[in-house]
Structure formats: structure tokens, C-alpha cells
């Protein structure tokens, strides 16, 4: 993103998307919901409940709030959740690259914000962040962060993935780290598309 287009943006109402706002407000969708909305016995309440524990909040936030609507689709993105978070074979640093590039393709400025910050702990180089960030190839990679660099790219424009693409990831990765890299992907995209579909704000205080 140049300079320019980022203070245009400032400057303008926008949907976490990035297309301008046709009204005079961007009223989020899907933004509350009652809990006493939930069956009582859905064994997804209790999830639910100590997700907000984990994370130390007393109310659900970015994707969660809009997936409150279907508790089953919920369990089954915690589920997802708690696998990236723990049980990735990429490893944090490589996890979050994928998260970013998902975040970025999809101009979902919550989810690049809730990972920008995890991507520079785990070791990510910030000129890697900011080439992304402003939608170019990093020039400087690692040879396993191009590998899965281009793999996430080529799926998420494309559709598709070259023979030289999926060769290097596989010598990088494996067949278990290249399904993994993919699902991440897919995951953080479809968080993306909840999120833009709810029109989910930025939390306070947070720049795009």
C-alpha cells in the first residue's frame, strides 16, 4: 500500500475491505447478539465461555462475534484456531507469514491487525511485513518463507498452483507442511470473509 493510498484511506470511510463507504456511516453487521440466544445445553456455550477466559476478554471479538450466529460452525473455527495456535508444523514464524498474506489478499485489516504484532515476535523480518503489508513480493526471504510465500500467493490469485511452485514447497515443507500451509490459508481466508461480509471494525485505538 503507497503512502498515498494509505492517507486517502485515512481520510475516507472505508469497509474492512477497502471499498469506500456509500453512506454516511459503515454500521458493522452481525455486531451484537443476545447469549441467551444459545440453547442452553449447546455444548458450544461452554467452549465459548472459556475462549473468552483464554483470552481474557468478558465478550467475544472480530470473527467470533458474526460466527455466534451458527455455534457449530463456531466449535468447529475453535478447533482450527486451537490447531494453528499449537500444533502447527510450519512453525510460529512461518504460520504468521501465511496469516499475513491471507490478511493482505483479503484487505482485512482486523485479522492483519490481531497478527502483525505475533508475526514480528516470532521473528519476522518487519521488511518482509512491510512489502507485504504494501503488496509486493518480499525482496529479502528466507528460502522456506519465499517457498510458502509464493505457494499462498499463487492459490489465493490464481486458483491454482504451478509445478515449480508446489516442487519448492514440497522440498521446503513436506506433504504435511504444504496441506497445512494451504488450510491456514484457507482458514484466515474464510475468517476474512466472515469479518468482511460483518463489516467488523477495527478494535479502538487500532490504525489501519
Known sequence: MSRETYYRMKRQKTYPSGRVCEADDCTT??????RDHLCARCDEVERIE????????ATLRGPWVPLLRAP?????MLDMRSHVRDRSVLGQKLTELAILVAAREWTQQYEWSAHVG???????????ITAIAEGRRPPE???EEASLYDLCMELHRNKSVSDDTYDRALAAFGQEGVVEA????GYYALLAM???TARTPLPAGREP
Open 29 to 34: 453487521r452481525l455486531s451484537i447478539y443476545n
Open 50 to 57: 472459556k475462549f473468552e477466559a483464554e483470552r481474557g476478554t
Open 72 to 76: 457449530e460452525v463456531l466449535g468447529l
Open 118 to 128: 505475533a508475526a514480528e515476535q516470532a521473528g519476522l523480518d518487519p521488511t518482509v
Open 141 to 143: 526471504m528466507s528460502a
Open 182 to 185: 494451504v488450510t491456514i490459508g
Open 194 to 196: 466472515v469479518m468482511n
